[in-house]
């Protein structure tokens, strides 16, 4: 299996850098945030006519990155349960951290990886939330 993971089931990555890479029993993913595959467009997110971004939604952008996260891993050969570090980047901290902390906690029941959250000013494209995480495939509860 190749050490690079690269799939058409989660957003293209907006740089030069694949999805995920692994080395030895760990699995570390890029930075994913809350692009939709396929289309990039970010659910939530409300402009202007002039292009400019005037609202979002912090549980849809949560609930798609989520759902890319889950994606690059079972690309991967990991599954969700097997996620033992997640950094968590939020561009508003004060607005969005209560909405993100309650969908994590659904989310992430039952699996006990360590978290850490940044309220960051800003994101390469307008996301509000970017997720990096690493997995030890195999690890995780297998009920």
Known sequence: ?????????????????????????????????????????????????????VAYDIEAQCRQVFANVRAVLEASGARWEDLVDVTVFLTDMARDFAAYNRLYAEYFAGVDACRTTLGISALPTPIAIELKCVAMPGSGNRS
């Not at 190749?2 to 293209?12: H, K, Q």
């Not at 990555?13 to 994913?32: E, I, K, N």
């Open 1 to 53: 299996m190749s050490d690079v993971v690269r799939t058409d089931a989660a957003p293209a990555p907006v740089g030069a850098y694949p999805h995920a890479r692994r080395v030895g029993d760990l699995l570390f993913l890029s930075g994913v945030g809350p692009r939709q595959p396929g289309t990039n467009a970010i659910p939530g997110n409300v402009h202007a006519a002039d292009g400019t971004l």
